[in-house]
Each structure stands twice: as structure tokens, then as C-alpha cells.
């Protein structure tokens, strides 16, 4: 009987550390990839082995994919760097981009067991009117993307699709998380700012718009629900409901036993709003 590993990409980060803790539970072998240098390695569960690499350094690639002649290899590659800018970013796009043509070369080089990429629902085309999207089988970075960060992972994840049909024994799966919220975020991602500043009555004011954040825990038992019974070439969204900012400003009340309230401004009013402190900070 082979030895299962789980090799993770992006380990330090907020999914795959909860990745790792879920594999620590269930008392699999992991190795994970982490920047020399990363702050946020602390957090990792003891236990596990880590190799200090990059994504763009075929050597250290070479070093974290060596593995025993009878280990079953699953990868599981969340690295990645979200860019919430609209203008490209060249180191963006390297790491991405190419760092996902990295890891499908030693996938296939070392004949992994399976692969599970991380994608986005942004590298899904949004749809007109509020539709829901659907999962799709081709990914063109081009109209109907939000952001450059979306582009990115359109062109990765068409990568990862290429790779399914140009080698029919290798077994990957595709999961697009929508936004990210939950424990263990120590980087404070978006939700957990805005969670944050809202409790401590720094945020008086939202604009009119939705949620819709997957919990961090879910998604860890989704992707590795994907290593397991994840079909080769299929993609599964996975997220959560719409929740109005209205809705989500309850929520928060709720659960921290607030009677706050903040104000939801229109997107028309919201955008008038900048214009006018565009023009004031030039004046000032």
C-alpha cells in the first residue's frame, strides 16, 4: 500500500494554513512550500515538513517534489498573489501564471496522483442583471473579468485545463473559492478588516452592494473533498449565500451583540462622495 503526501503550495497563507491544520487532524504526511523569510510560518500546525522555496525556482520546485518511489503525491497549489489593483502587475502575472506552468511541469514530471489548483470565481466570466455564474471549461483572460488579479487566474486556470487534455493520465481538479472570511486570518484579508473596523465603530458607512464569502474551514474540507472525489477536468465553484450590505451589518450585530448602525449610501451617492474628497485633498 503506497504512503499518501500532501504537498501544498501557498502553506503560510490563509487557505492553506487552514488546509494544513484540517490535514494535521486527520493525521496525513504534508510537506509545504514557504518563502524563506515568510512571517506568517509561525502559524503553521507543528509536524509538518517545510521546504523553503520559490515557485518561480525550478531548483527548489525539484527539491520540494521529491518524494519516495512509493508515495502517493497529492498537490494541492494555493500559492498565489491577490492583487486588488486594476493596472498589471509583471510580478503578479509571474507568480500566477507561471508559477502554476511550474507546478504542472513537476506534476507531470514526477507522475503526481493528483492535482487540485486553486482558481478564483473572478476568472469566471461575470454575467449581466445579477445571473448567477455556472462553472465553465474554458478560461479567456479578456472581457467580462474584474481586475487584473482575475486575468491572472483566467490564463492559470486555462493552463491547468491545457494540461488535462495535452496528458490523459494526469488527474486534476479545479476549485474557484468566491471571497475568503473565517478564523486564523492573521493577514486581515478584506472581510476580516471590514468585520474588524465595524465592531470597533471605525466603519459608519458601506456602500449598497453583496457578499459572498466561503468560511475558510469549509473550503479547506472542500479542496480536500476535490483530492478525493474530484472528477479530472471539473471545476467546482464554491462559495456561499449573497448577503446585502445591509444584511451583512446585521449579521455582525448579531454575533457580537451590537446595536450599531451604520449608514448604506447608494453606489450614485458613494461615487459623488470621492469626487468630492478627490477634490478637497487637492486643495488640502
Not at 123 to 138: F, N, S, T, Y
Not at 189 to 218: A, C, H, P, W
Request: charged share 25%; glycine share 8%; with cysteine.
Amino acid at each position: 500500500m503506497k504512503n499518501r503526501i500532501y504537498l501544498v503550495t501557498g502553506a503560510s497563507g490563509y487557505l492553506g494554513t487552514n488546509i494544513c491544520r484540517l490535514l494535521t487532524e486527520r493525521k496525513e504526511r504534508i510537506r509545504a512550500l514557504v518563502m524563506k523569510g515568510d512571517p506568517a510560518e509561525k502559524y503553521l500546525p507543528e509536524g509538518i515538513e517545510i521546504i523553503h522555496g520559490d515557485l518561480l525556482n525550478t531548483a527548489d520546485l525539484d527539491r520540494f517534489f521529491e518524494t519516495e518511489e512509493e508515495d502517493e503525491v497529492y498537490v494541492i497549489h494555493c500559492a498565489g498573489i491577490v492583487w486588488v489593483k486594476v493596472e498589471e502587475n509583471p510580478k503578479v502575472h509571474a507568480v500566477n501564471v507561471d508559477g502554476t506552468a511550474n507546478i504542472i511541469d513537476q506534476c507531470v514530471k514526477h507522475h503526481v496522483r493528483k492535482l487540485v489548483y486553486i482558481s478564483s470565481t473572478g476568472a469566471i466570466p461575470e454575467l449581466p442583471d445579477g445571473q448567477k455564474i455556472r462553472e465553465v471549461d474554458h478560461f479567456w483572460p479578456g472581457e467580462g473579468l474584474t481586475g487584473y488579479y482575475s486575468v491572472t487566474k483566467a490564463e492559470a486556470t486555462q493552463l491547468v485545463m491545457d494540461a488535462v487534455k495535452q496528458y490523459p493520465w494526469l488527474d486534476i481538479s479545479v476549485v474557484h473559492p468566491s471571497g475568503i472570511c473565517g478564523p486564523y486570518d492573521y493577514a486581515f484579508g478584506s472581510v476580516t478588516l471590514m468585520i474588524r473596523d465595524y465592531v470597533q465603530g471605525k466603519m459608519k458607512m458601506g456602500i449598497e452592494g453583496t457578499f459572498n464569502s466561503v468560511d475558510v474551514r469549509d473550503l479547506a474540507a472542500g479542496v480536500l473533498s476535490a483530492c478525493e472525489k474530484g472528477r479530472r477536468g471539473e471545476c467546482y465553484i464554491m462559495s456561499n449565500e449573497v448577503v446585502t450590505m445591509h444584511d451583512m451589518f446585521r449579521l455582525i450585530n448579531e454575533a457580537a451583540g451590537l446595536s450599531g448602525k451604520s449608514y448604506v449610501l447608494s453606489e450614485e451617492i458613494a461615487h459623488a462622495v470621492v469626487r468630492i474628497l478627490a477634490i478637497v485633498g487637492r486643495i488640502t
